[in-house]
C-alpha cells in the first residue's frame, strides 16, 4: 500500500517561492504528480511527472512552477516560484501506479497561501 507525505506548504508574499516535497512509502509509483483546490473550486491538475521524467503543467503555472523527482528517495519535488495570490490553495500530492489496473492514491494536502 502506498503512502504519501506532504511537506514544505505554507505563506509567502506574492512573487516569492515555495518547494513542496511528497515522499512515498510502502511501494513504488510511475506517476506522481500535484492537483490544488482553493475554496469553492474544483480539484486541478497543477503539475505531473512519469517514471520517464516526462512533465506535463497547468497553463497557468507553465514556465514559474518546475516539478522533479528523485526515484532513489521515491520522492516529487514542485518548485514554485514567482508565486501570485491565485495559487493560494490546498495542494494534494498525487501518485499513480499499476497493478492490473491503475490505483490512485492522494496526500492529505498542504496549504499554500500567497498573500498579495
Known amino acids: 500500500q502506498l503512502q504519501l507525505a506532504e511537506s514544505g506548504g505554507g505563506w509567502v508574499q506574492a512573487g516569492g517561492s515555495l518547494r513542496l516535497s511528497c515522499a512515498a512509502s510502502?511501494?513504488?509509483?510511475?506517476?506522481g504528480g500535484w492537483y490544488r483546490q482553493a475554496p469553492g473550486k474544483q480539484r486541478e491538475m497543477v503539475a505531473d511527472?512519469?517514471?520517464?521524467?516526462?512533465?506535463n503543467y497547468a497553463d497557468s503555472v507553465k514556465g514559474r512552477f518546475t516539478i522533479s523527482r528523485d526515484k532513489a528517495k521515491n520522492t516529487v519535488f514542485l518548485q514554485m516560484n514567482s508565486l501570485k495570490p491565485e495559487d493560494t490553495a490546498v495542494y494534494f500530492c498525487?501518485?499513480?501506479?499499476?497493478?492490473?489496473?491503475?490505483?490512485?492514491?492522494w496526500g492529505q494536502g498542504t496549504q499554500v497561501t500567497v498573500s498579495s
Open positions: 510502502g511501494s513504488t509509483f510511475t506517476y
Open positions: 511527472i512519469n517514471s520517464g521524467g516526462s512533465t
Open positions: 498525487h501518485a499513480r501506479a499499476w497493478s492490473g489496473a491503475w490505483i490512485y492514491y
